[in-house]
């Protein structure tokens, strides 16, 4: 038996929406930049802009290899036969730097940044879903925990002698 393909979909979905997360916190940004005026750098942004950008980056990207490992690893989990354990420890040890980064997400560092650096017209800009930004995270990683799990149990259903 194989998985569903629904499986693979969620799967997939967790890098999908990292990269979402990222693409909505930059035009936040980049809105709250142009909003609360000063000098915009040729990126489009503010010093303070800049320095939230990077941030953010920096989550997007821990969550973001995580995610994508998770995903290989659940389209590897797919695969009948020997060599499943190692990948179940594997999507375990993944699942930390994908909290981890769901946690920072959560915390929401970009409206504590703004007034770390004592802008308050910076945080004042910012639009009100960006602090929504991080449900996307946590359901990225939501749904590759469900796709491997169901891929997992899937496979491990089809492969087991008494399954036949």
Request: net charge positive.
């Amino acid at each position: 038996m194989r998985a569903r393909p629904g499986s693979l979909a969620l799967l997939l979905s967790g890098p999908v929406l990292v990269a979402t997360y990222a693409a909505v916190n930059h035009a936040a940004i980049s809105t709250a930049s142009r909003a609360a005026g000063g000098r915009i750098t040729s990126g489009g942004l503010t010093a303070l802009g800049a320095d939230l950008w990077w941030v953010v980056k920096g989550v997007a990207l821990v969550a973001g290899l995580a995610a994508a490992g998770l995903a290989v690893v659940g389209v590897l989990l797919r695969r009948r036969g020997r060599g499943r354990s190692p990948l179940l420890v594997l999507s375990g040890v993944l699942v930390v730097p994908y909290a981890l980064g769901v946690a920072v997400a959560l915390y929401n560092p970009v409206p504590r940044l703004a007034a770390f650096y004592r802008s308050p017209a910076f945080a004042d800009a910012l639009p009100p879903w960006q602090a929504g930004s991080a449900l996307l995270l946590l359901a990225a990683a939501l749904a590759q925990v469900v796709g491997a799990v169901r891929t997992a149990a899937r496979a491990h259903g089809a492969a087991s002698p008494s399954a036949r």
